[in-house]
């Protein structure tokens, strides 16, 4: 996380905004082919936020850490943010040094073990870095890569079983990745989202360009379309429920719906037994990481 390394998130985060936006964006005219700069110049985000160019050139290069909610929510309109953005960038002025967290361990409490038992849609436990800490059968049945010690984001960008998987990858990985950053926010020295992030610097194209963008978005309910290599394509909403320092997701179809039946079919050809994962989410805690 070489931007948050450096201390000045801040105008990362502005400088990769203002390269987002294009000058029609903007109502400002092209400019021709003398454009040197993808998206505005530093001086036209000044401009149309009402500030000197001086002042805006002090912020980006981390020189004034202390902007008035004024100049920022200017600087939102001229990017063109949208809430979450938005609030996400009043945050970055907000932050302040602060002591180093005590890591706390992600625990899947036992009564979560048999919520999971008795459910009987896929549904599963992840941690803040998408790991998978628990899931129930019918979870792994909808998709192996929800197996206990795997990492969501992992497989969605580096494997490919997991990439047929998903009827819109494109959409799945910008959402996953900026849904990473949200939740990342200031917790930049966080061992598990350094490891995480380093290794799919690394190992992914994709992730290097997202992650480049500095997005930020909520990844919560929605809805979304798999192709299973059984029972074919289903369509399923996704919810994201908070138990204690974890997160609860269930997909479920429609009642009565061509997907419905498709999922009892896949209970049906299922014979996979409930997963006990606490080695593995403990292994998570530690620092380990999910096996590759």
Same mark, same amino acid.
């Given at each position: 996380m070489k931007d948050e390394e450096s201390g000045n998130r801040l105008g990362s985060y502005l400088?990769?905004?203002?390269?987002?936006?294009?000058?029609?964006?903007a109502g400002l005219p092209p400019g021709g082919g003398n454009r040197r700069v993808p998206g505005l110049r530093r001086e036209e985000?000044?401009?149309?936020?009402?500030?000197s160019p001086d002042y805006?050139?002090?912020?980006?290069?981390?020189?004034?850490?202390?902007?008035s909610p004024q100049v920022l929510e200017s600087l939102a309109r001229v990017l063109q943010l949208d809430d979450i953005e938005r609030t996400y960038l009043l945050g970055l002025a907000a932050a302040r040094p602060r002591a180093p967290r005590r890591k706390r361990p992600e625990h899947v409490p036992p009564r979560?073990?048999?919520l999971l038992a008795h459910l009987q849609i896929p549904a599963f436990i992840e941690g803040r870095a998408f790991?998978?800490?628990a899931s129930n059968s019918m979870a792994i049945a909808l998709s192996p890569r929800?197996?206990?010690?795997?990492?969501?984001?992992r497989s969605l960008l580096l494997d490919p079983e997991e990439q047929a998987f998903h009827q819109d990858w494109t959409k799945a990985t910008a959402d996953f990745i900026a849904a990473l950053r949200t939740t990342?926010?200031? @917790?930049? #020295?966080?061992?598990?989202?350094?490891? *995480?992030v380093g290794e799919l610097a690394l190992s992914s194209q994709r992730f290097r360009t997202l992650w480049a963008r500095h997005d930020v978005r909520s990844l919560d309910g929605g809805t979304t379309t798999v192709h299973h290599p059984v029972v074919g394509e289903l369509r399923l909403h996704r919810d994201k429920l908070p138990i204690d320092d974890v997160i609860l997701v269930v997909y479920y179809p429609?009642? @009565?719906? #061509?997907?419905?039946?498709?999922?009892? *079919?896949l209970a049906a050809l299922s014979h996979t037994e409930p997963t006990e994962p606490t080695d593995t989410a403990q292994q998570v805690n530690r620092g380990e990481g999910p096996p590759a």
């Open positions: 400088r990769a905004r203002r390269e987002l936006v294009s000058p029609a964006q985000v000044a401009l149309l936020a009402g500030i805006y050139l002090r912020l980006e290069r981390g020189r004034d850490k202390n902007p979560v073990h048999e790991d998978v800490l929800l197996r206990p010690g795997l990492n969501r984001l990342i926010g200031d @917790d930049t #020295d966080n061992p598990r989202f350094v490891e *995480l429609d009642k @009565d719906s #061509d997907s419905d039946e498709k999922l009892q *079919l």
